[in-house]
């Protein structure tokens, strides 16, 4: 099977990983997920997954607490999920790495750009946890910097809508989709795909972004194979 894209880099909601709890982590909807990365996987697509930690931390609504202390907070969470992915994707046979951008060598490796490439071109999906690292950046713009890093083809940002809209969806039954976007749209009408700061950083590096719906995560395999899914944001 020819696919579309060599490499992608994955971004993971921690939402998602909750399913209808609402919070931590619901393993029927891991398994879900993992199924179709695994499935993607053997198409001969290079995978890394960035995750983010929502399930657990919220840094933006942690009240009068220090900023920097809350999104550290938050990179702890995006390392928890990226090691119950891995755990799930594994006991599927799939071999996984688990890099973090602080250092915890007592459960990962630390984020070394190299060795995460020379992961990805021996078929392992690597997992990148703790964002980039550093407070005052989303796991969003985190995907954007390791994309770049990695040279990844494309960002699959997987949501829980199928694509970006003029007007959330879910309030406004009018609301239209758009099939492609630019950055500089996405950044000027302030729409719901990713932060500024990530969007720009795509945008800089030329990395288009795959938005679709994550319910259905047999999707993942879909845009591996470069079918007409979702919103494509790119300029």
Known sequence: MQTKYKRVLLKLSGEALAGEK??????????????????????????????????????????????????????????MNALA???????????????????MQAVAEPYIRNRAIR?????????????????????????ALRAAEIEADVIF??????????????????????DELTFSEVIAKGLAVMDSTAAAMC????IPVLVFNLSRPENIVSAVKGERIGTLVRD
Request: aromatic residues 8%.
């Open 157 to 178: 940002k997987a949501t829980m809508v199928d694509g970006v809209y003029d007007k959330d969806p879910n309030k406004y039954p009018d609301a239209v989709k758009y």
């Open 119 to 143: 992961h990805l071109e021996k078929g392992r999906v690597v997992i990148f946890g703790c964002g980039t690292g550093n407070p005052f950046f989303s796991t969003d713009t985190a995907s």
């Open 203 to 206: 945008r800089d590096n030329d």
């Open 85 to 103: 992915v891995a755990d799930v994707l594994e006991n599927m046979g799939v071999v996984v790495r688990v890099q973090t951008a602080i250092a």
């Open 22 to 79: 609402k919070f931590g982590l619901d393993y029927e909807v891991i398994t879900e997920i993992c199924k179709s990365i695994k499935e993607a996987a053997e198409l001969g697509t290079e995978i890394a997954i960035v995750v983010g930690g929502g399930n657990f931390w919220r840094g933006r609504s942690s009240g009068s607490m220090d900023r920097t202390r809350a999104d550290h907070i938050g990179m702890l969470g995006t390392t």
